[in-house]
Nanobody, 121 residues
């Protein structure tokens, strides 16, 4: 099995910064992509940023220029640096990964348990 563990959430004032981390562990042959999603109370989960194994990144419009996704392949870890945070960024942030556990078994995606980010003065 594969486990994703997020960390780095917390309370921050508007305009502040946080860095989230997500470490994947378990039976991992390859990770095709890692993503950050978020879900605010009463809203649907939405995609925030994607990092592929080839290093390509993609961002939702509402975080472009403020958030940066990066990764450490050797550690199977992805990060989300969040700058210029706004109250509307308040949400539970979830890590997602497309993981190939071994050759011959289809890749599947896994989710972390989420980490709360609260932006408030």
């Amino acid at each position: 099995q594969v486990q994703l563990v997020e960390s780095g959430g917390g309370l921050v004032q508007p305009g502040g910064s946080l860095r989230l981390s997500c470490a994947a562990s378990g039976t991992i042959f390859s990770i095709y992509a890692m993503r950050w999603y978020r879900q605010a109370p009463g809203k649907q989960r939405e995609l925030v940023a994607t990092l592929t194994s080839g290093g390509r990144t993609n961002y939702a419009e509402f975080v472009k220029g403020r958030f940066t996704i990066s990764g450490d392949n050797a550690k199977n870890t992805v990060y989300l640096r969040m700058n210029s945070l706004k109250p509307e960024d308040t949400a539970v942030y979830y890590c997602n990964a497309d993981v190939l556990m071994k050759i011959g078994v289809p890749a599947r995606d896994y989710w972390g348990q989420g980490t709360q980010v609260t932006v408030s003065s």
